[in-house]
C-alpha cells in the first residue's frame, strides 16, 4: 500500500469505522468456538424453559408448535444433535400436531406453523424418516395459497389461514417452505408466489401495476412493505406523506431472499432494486422503519438473504464495507441475556416473550457460520 493510499484509507477508517478494510481482505466471521459458546448457553436457557410437553410458548394451555418448530430447526442448524434431550421433546411435541389434513398447527395460523413444521421436519429427514409428512404438509399449504384472478392483488400470496388477508411474511415463509420441501422452482406455487412478493414492492415496473409503487419516496424506493393491501386505507399507519407505503427492513430481507431463494437472478431489476435499498439502509441494530419492534424477526431475515446474496464483505451505499456474519454475531452476542436467552425490550410481535426471541436470535446465529 502506498504512503498516498494509506492516507486515503485511515481517514475512510475515522469517518467510519466499519471501513477498516483492506482492499480484498477475506471477509470476517466468528470462530466456530465464539458461536459454540453463545449457542450453549442459550440451550442452557431452552432446557429450563421446555415444558413438559416439549413446547415453549409459556402461556399455559395455548398450544403453538409454530415456536416449537423454529427452536428445533434454530438448534439443529447449530450443530445440536438430534437426540439431545431438548430437540427429541420438541419433535415428539411436533409429531402430535400433524393433522391428517397435513398440516402442523393448533389453533389457527395455520400456514405459518405448517411452513414452520415443515422446514424443521426437512432438516429432521434422515433416511427419509419424514417424507410423507413433508408429502402431505406441502400439499397443505399449497391449498392455501390465492389462487383467484392473476391480475388481483391478492394472486399467489397466503394468510395465516389461507387465501385471505394475505402477506408478505405468511408468502416468504411459504416460498422458503416449499423449496426446502423440494418443490421446483418452476412450480406454479412458487411463480404465483412470487406475484404477490412482487407487489409488494416499492418498484414500478413490469411485475407490479399497485397504485403506491408510484408514489414511492427515495427513502423507500426499492424496499418491500408488509401488506400492499394498505395502501386502500388512509388511516394506516404505513402510510407515507407522499401517499405510498412504508418499506421495512425485516420484510425487505424477506422479499430479497424470496427472489434469491426462487432463482431470480441478481441482475433482475427486482433485486437489484432491493438491493440498493439494503445497502441505504444497512442496520444490525434496528429493523429500518421499524425502529426495534420486530428486531429478531428482522435478525434472521437479514441472515437468511445476506447468506443468499453472496456478498462478502458487503458493502454500504456510503462504501463502508461490513463483514455482516462477524457484525451480526457481536451484536447477539452483546444482547444475550445471562441466563442465555434473547428478549426484546419492545413487546410487538410477541417478541417480549424470550423463547420467541431466543428462537429467532439463534436461527440468525446459524448463517453466521463462514462458508
Not at 158 to 174: A, E
Request: include cysteine.
Amino acid at each position: 500500500m502506498s504512503a498516498l493510499t494509506r492516507r486515503a484509507w485511515l481517514k475512510a477508517a475515522a469517518a467510519s469505522p466499519a471501513a477498516l478494510a483492506l482492499p480484498g481482505r477475506a471477509a470476517a466471521a466468528p470462530t466456530a468456538d465464539d458461536l459454540k459458546a453463545v449457542v450453549e448457553k442459550a440451550v442452557g436457557y431452552l432446557k429450563g424453559a421446555q415444558k413438559p410437553a416439549g413446547d415453549f410458548f409459556p402461556k399455559e394451555g395455548f398450544a403453538e408448535p409454530g415456536l416449537t418448530a423454529l427452536t428445533v430447526a434454530a438448534l439443529l442448524r447449530n450443530g445440536v444433535p438430534a437426540d439431545h434431550e431438548v430437540v427429541k421433546k420438541g419433535v415428539a411435541y411436533l409429531e402430535k400436531h400433524v393433522k391428517p389434513d397435513g398440516g402442523v398447527y393448533q389453533q389457527g395460523q395455520a400456514n405459518y406453523m405448517t411452513c414452520l413444521g415443515l422446514m424443521t421436519f426437512k432438516e429432521l429427514n434422515a433416511g427419509g424418516k419424514y417424507d410423507k409428512v413433508i408429502e402431505a404438509a406441502t400439499k397443505f399449504v399449497k391449498g392455501l395459497q390465492n389462487d383467484t384472478d392473476p391480475k388481483g392483488l391478492d394472486h399467489g400470496g397466503v394468510g395465516y389461514d389461507g387465501p385471505k388477508r394475505p402477506d408478505l411474511s405468511n408468502t416468504h415463509f411459504l416460498v422458503e417452505a416449499l423449496l426446502a420441501a423440494g418443490v421446483g422452482k418452476d412450480d406454479p406455487s412458487i411463480k404465483k408466489a412470487l406475484v404477490y412478493v412482487s407487489r409488494s414492492q416499492n418498484l414500478k415496473s413490469e411485475f407490479n401495476d399497485q397504485p403506491f409503487a408510484t408514489k414511492t419516496s427515495k427513502d423507500d424506493a426499492g424496499g418491500f412493505v408488509y401488506n400492499p393491501a394498505d395502501q386502500a386505507n388512509p388511516k394506516s399507519p404505513k402510510i407515507t406523506a407522499e401517499g405510498g407505503l412504508r418499506s421495512e427492513g425485516g420484510m425487505t430481507y424477506a422479499g430479497l431472499k424470496s427472489f434469491l431463494y426462487a432463482g431470480v437472478s441478481k441482475d433482475d431489476p427486482r433485486v437489484k432494486a432491493a438491493v440498493a435499498w439494503v445497502k441505504a439502509h444497512y442496520s444490525v441494530t434496528e429493523n429500518p422503519g421499524q425502529g426495534q419492534s420486530g428486531l429478531y424477526y428482522y435478525y434472521h431475515t437479514f441472515a437468511k438473504a445476506m447468506d443468499a446474496l453472496g456478498e462478502e464483505p458487503f458493502v454500504d451505499a456510503k462504501g463502508a464495507k461490513h463483514d455482516w456474519r462477524q457484525e451480526l454475531f457481536d451484536e447477539l452476542k452483546k444482547k444475550q441475556k445471562a441466563d442465555g436467552s434473547w428478549q426484546n425490550e419492545n413487546p410487538a410481535f410477541l417478541e417480549g416473550v424470550p423463547q420467541l426471541a431466543t428462537a429467532f436470535a439463534l436461527l440468525s446465529l446459524s448463517y453466521c457460520k463462514k462458508k
